[in-house]
């Protein structure tokens, strides 16, 4: 049983394409965690090795690169975090993933305003797998790029209190796809049409029905139900550290708050949706976050859930428009209609804004209040 392959017209395989397709006529059909993995980390043509993803001239651009007020109120949510947790003097701020550093520069900004203390004694931490990013991080923190350590992992990250931040991580790790069947679920594969070109299958593997939001027998035929044994694993190895250290990471991604089923696998190609199968290692590649998943999997560790918001409430419970007024005022029309626009784009909800589409998950090694999750308004 197949799935529908590509679409026709397509462009000329890609170097990483040919290389999969070797791979495929070599060994079989691959899963797609180990496709979504050769597209993103390929050491020749993997798209984080190749490609500069980030702003205009990307593929994409990430709440950061929209306005310096999500730094800014990310900033501020570690300020909350630090006194909730009674502001220890040894503290280790982290960022998984930092991109261009963008995020990690408006929050020290913040930081040093609010909390010259947490600014002073903090050590800066960034855990980055590409030196080409680590190189424009360098540039982006300049000022204090004696004070940032890097890593290749986040075990790397030296024992002690730490806050981190992990802002579009999790999308990028890959999952596992698997399709209803009348024989039950069966995993989805990449495997090589009739012409040579990469096509969707149907495979033998499966797993444990338990692990479904409903029953199976209520499930339709050619539904797909996506898990990430990977992103469970990194976040279980985060709340770890801070059962065992203290401390509280923050988590920012699109995604769902509740498991349920569907296809969330896409990539981006010059800011336009693309197919999956159609240029990889050239078109960025992503799945939407399960975040009742990375919850349950942080809980299981002992961790501290606070409750989740969407990125709107959590941006707007921290101060963003109160921010952006005083951002605007003074400035000529033509900024402060910038910054409205930015406003909306990172809190709002419809076609091309953030507030609704992103989610925003928060955990402790112990049990604190930490604004705005746990806010007696709420």
């Known amino acids: 049983m197949t799935l529908p392959p590509n679409p026709m017209g397509v462009p000329p395989m890609t170097p990483l394409a040919q290389k999969i397709a070797r791979i495929i006529e070599e060994a079989g059909p691959l899963k797609i965690s180990d496709f979504f993995a050769l597209c993103l980390a390929d050491p020749e043509h993997g798209y984080y090795q190749s490609r500069e993803p980030f702003g205009r001239a990307g593929d994409f651009i990430t709440a950061p690169e929209v306005s310096q007020l999500f730094g800014e109120m990310i900033g501020v949510f570690l300020v909350h975090a630090w006194q909730a947790h009674g502001a220890p003097e040894k503290v280790r701020i982290a960022e998984i993933g930092p991109g261009r550093g963008t995020l990690m520069s408006d929050a020290l900004r913040v930081i040093s305003k609010l909390a010259p203390e947490l600014y002073t004694g903090a050590s800066i931490h960034l855990v980055e797998t590409s030196e080409r990013l680590q190189n424009v991080q360098r540039q982006t923190l300049v000022r204090i790029k004696d004070r940032i350590s890097w890593h290749r992992s986040f075990e790397e990250i030296p024992e002690g209190f730490t806050l981190m931040v992990a802002n579009e991580l999790f999308d990028a790790i890959p999952i596992h796809q698997f399709v209803k069947t009348p024989r039950g679920f069966r ?90 199968l159609v240029r990889p290692g050239e078109a960025d590649l992503t799945s939407h976050v399960d975040f009742q998943a990375l919850a349950e999997a942080a809980v299981a560790i002992g961790a501290h859930l606070h409750r989740p918001l969407t990125q709107g409430e959590f941006l707007v419970g921290l101060g963003l428009v109160e921010r952006a007024g005083a951002l605007g005022s003074g400035r000529d029309a033509l900024t402060q209609a910038a910054i409205r626009d930015a406003v909306n784009r990172l809190a709002g909800e419809g076609e091309g804004r953030m507030g609704a589409l992103f989610k925003v998950l928060a955990i402790s090694g112990t049990q604190v209040r930490i604004e705005p999750f746990d806010s007696s308004t709420r």
């Open 187 to 276: 995993e989805r594969i990449v495997g090589l049409d009739e012409n040579g070109g990469l096509a969707f299958g149907i495979g033998a593997g499966s797993f444990d029905p338990a692990l479904l939001p409903v029953e199976e027998a209520r499930i339709p035929d050619g539904e797909i139900f996506e898990l990430a044994p990977a992103r469970s694993a990194v976040m279980q190895t985060v709340a770890a550290k801070l059962v065992r250290d203290g401390g509280t990471a923050l988590v920012i991604d699109y995604g769902h708050l509740v498991t349920n089923f569907g296809d969330t696998l896409q990539a981006v190609y010059r800011h336009e949706y693309d197919h999956p």
